[in-house]
């Protein structure tokens, strides 16, 4: 079966610190990898997607992609109240009739920065 | 304003009573999809579109049914909802892997 798995959290940090958000998937073929927030009672938007592997910087975010180890992270620096949310790991990954992609989500980590 | 919409975004209803909840985007995106989002489970896709006419099953379609005869719409059909149903449903388009999410839709089955 095709897996994303997150940490559920949840994840407190204070404010100012790194938040570090863990994902790991395990189809090898999988080629995009997204990161997702998600806001009490709201919908998901994207923050970071990343394709190769390395770090991905983008503001205070920074994704880190390891294709050998099967796992994606998402760091946050000077983490702020207002990144207090879900976090959404997102993989496409081949889906079972082989025909088409579909974006595979893990269960999320709550993270909660703390003022 | 680029945008995906759901309708309505609250619904409750009775087991067996038929629901359509309804999206639509304005992207002229081909892909749409619909998921389904519970605790601790995430969210998982129901069914998906790749084009006009074209349709496939998620990893859990059971007890829906979806439709796409235009390019813009993409509705999902409860034909008989059931108490485990009751589920935060979204409906979302993308170009290519990115995918846009619409504001959700809150269905509780009694």
């Known amino acids: 079966q095709k897996e994303v798995e997150q940490n559920s959290g949840p994840l407190s940090v204070p404010e100012g610190a790194i938040a570090s958000l863990n994902c790991t998937y395990s189809?090898?073929?999988?080629?995009?990898f997204f990161w997702y927030r998600q806001y009490s009672g709201k919908s998901p938007e994207l923050i970071m997607s990343?394709?190769?592997?390395g770090d991905k910087e983008d503001g205070r975010f920074t994704a880190q992609l390891n294709k050998a180890s099967q796992y994606v992270s998402l760091l946050i620096r000077d983490s702020q109240p207002s990144d207090s949310a879900t976090y959404l790991c997102?993989?496409?990954?081949?889906?079972?009739?082989?025909?088409?992609?579909?974006?595979?989500f893990g269960s999320g980590t709550q993270l909660t920065v703390l003022p | 304003e680029a945008q995906v919409t759901q309708n309505p975004r609250y619904l409750i209803t009775v087991t067996g009573k038929k629901l359509t909840v309804t999206c639509s985007q304005n992207?002229?995106?081909?892909?749409m999809s619909w998921y389904r989002q519970d605790p601790g489970l995430g969210l998982r896709q129901i069914y998906y579109?790749?084009?006009?006419?074209?349709?496939d099953k998620g990893d859990v379609p059971e007890g829906y049914k979806v439709s796409r005869k235009e390019k813009r719409n993409f509705p999902l059909i409860l034909e008989s909802p059931s108490p485990n149903q009751t589920s935060l449903y979204f409906c979302?388009?993308?170009?290519?892997?990115?995918?846009?999410f619409g504001p959700g839709t809150r269905l509780t089955v009694l």
């Open positions: 992207m002229n995106h081909e892909y």
């Open positions: 579109s790749m084009n006009v006419e074209v349709t």
């Open positions: 990343i394709y190769s592997n």
């Open positions: 189809d090898r073929g999988s080629q995009s």
């Open positions: 979302a388009s993308s170009e290519s892997s990115t995918q846009y």
């Open positions: 997102a993989v496409n990954m081949i889906s079972f009739s082989g025909s088409a992609r579909q974006l595979t």
